[in-house]
């Protein structure tokens, strides 16, 4: 079965075939997020149509910035939850480039960075981001302190109480090595700060 999966993946057209699932699925997902968005700009516009005065081109200017707000909430959400389900079951392990868990793997990693491009971005040290990560699966204690979005699979990821992580750090728990995909879990402890700009990699306990 491995082997029949091996060659089904090494193929071209199969690849391509799988590109365009997978983009069409970022697109769907992106699109399901934005609705709630484009639901509140569009009650407004119909409120305010024909725009004749400067206070409707006011609320339709306002009804655009609380649709980035709402976009902000709901596509933080959303993705979470599906970068919960297409992870949920992946253990720590070396996983060959031509399988399935890469498969899983990319897919909710790309998720994870139109998230981190259009919403995590912009919401550090907030709770929306750390509501974010512990909807994906990372353990997190009291009181941490995210001031950077680069977790990457955080669900293999375990931070104690008042931890503080500083801007631009990134905390891997995979590498790729000799055609394998590798997941290990990181553990931070209790009252532990990273500053800005470290890297952690996979496997590493603090």
């Not at 079965?1 to 997978?22: D, T, Y």
């Not at 959400?77 to 919960?84: G, H, N, Q, T």
Request: hydrophobic fraction near 50%; aromatic fraction near 10%; charged fraction near 10%.
């Amino acid at each position: 079965m491995g082997k029949v999966l091996a060659r089904l993946l090494e193929s071209i057209p199969i690849q391509i075939l799988l590109n365009i699932v997978i983009y069409a699925a970022y697109a769907s997902i992106l699109g399901i997020c934005l609705v709630p968005s484009v639901m509140l700009v569009h009650g407004v516009w119909r409120a305010t149509s024909p725009l004749t005065t400067a206070g409707d081109l006011v609320l339709i200017s306002l009804a655009s910035g609380g649709a980035l707000f709402t976009y902000f909430i709901t596509g933080a959400l959303v993705m979470a939850l599906v970068i919960r389900i297409i992870s949920w079951g992946i253990k720590p392990g070396r996983y060959p480039m031509v399988s399935l868990t890469m498969v899983r793997w990319l897919l909710y990693s790309g998720i994870y960075q139109l998230a981190g491009a259009t919403i995590l971005t912009f919401i550090p040290m907030g709770f929306l981001l750390t509501a974010f990560f512990r909807i994906i699966g990372a353990k997190l204690g009291k009181n941490v302190r995210l001031n950077s979005w680069h977790l990457n699979d955080a669900y293999l990821l375990e931070m104690g109480d008042n931890v503080v992580v500083g801007g631009k750090t990134d905390v891997s728990c995979h590498t790729f090595e000799k055609g394998h995909l590798i997941l290990q879990n990181v553990k931070i402890g209790s009252n532990t700060l990273i500053g800005q700009g470290c890297y952690i990699s996979p496997g590493v306990t603090m």
